[in-house]
């Protein structure tokens, strides 16, 4: 196929959209961790409320509050890849122990401890938000190689 029939071959992704109960709550835990509101909006008279948060890297989330919005339990990453659809996003850290603690004492819950993946080439954790959103926090091996450094 010529690369002009292939129109999303130079997309990249631009922001993750979180459904939240708690619009504020979140808000709060996602700037305990580096992200910076930038924007907010109200669809009144739809019960929806949005907010934009952006790290210095970029990273964008979305956090939207729908009055009717109904929990999910968190899940392992085993569990939650049962489900077809997305079911965590990642993002890249310089030092995974250090993310991962702050991520727990923001309020998040540690769904796996730090390992290293099967490729042997960066090690990752996975944690929970407190609304249950399943997070992987992805960084460097450690040196040393174990992976709670």
Do not use: C
Request: zero cysteines; hydrophobic letters at 45%; proline letters at 9%.
């Amino acid at each position: 196929m010529p690369p002009g029939e292939r129109p999303l071959e130079s997309a990249k992704i631009d922001h993750v959209a979180l459904s939240v109960g708690d619009l504020e709550a979140m808000v709060a835990f996602y700037a305990a961790l580096g992200f910076d509101e930038v924007s907010r909006r109200d669809f009144a008279p739809a019960p929806i409320r949005l907010a934009t948060v952006v790290n210095q890297r970029g990273a964008r989330l979305e956090l939207t509050a729908n009055d009717r919005s109904e929990p999910t339990p968190a899940a392992d990453p085993i569990a939650a890849s049962r489900r077809r659809g997305p079911f965590h996003f990642a993002l890249s850290v310089e030092l995974l122990a250090d993310a991962v603690q702050a991520a727990v004492s923001a309020g998040a819950g540690l769904v796996t401890q730090p390992a290293v993946d099967s490729r042997g080439e960066a090690q990752f954790a996975y944690i929970a938000d407190p609304e249950g959103n399943l997070v992987e926090l992805v960084g460097p091996l450690a040196t040393g190689g174990d992976p709670s450094e």
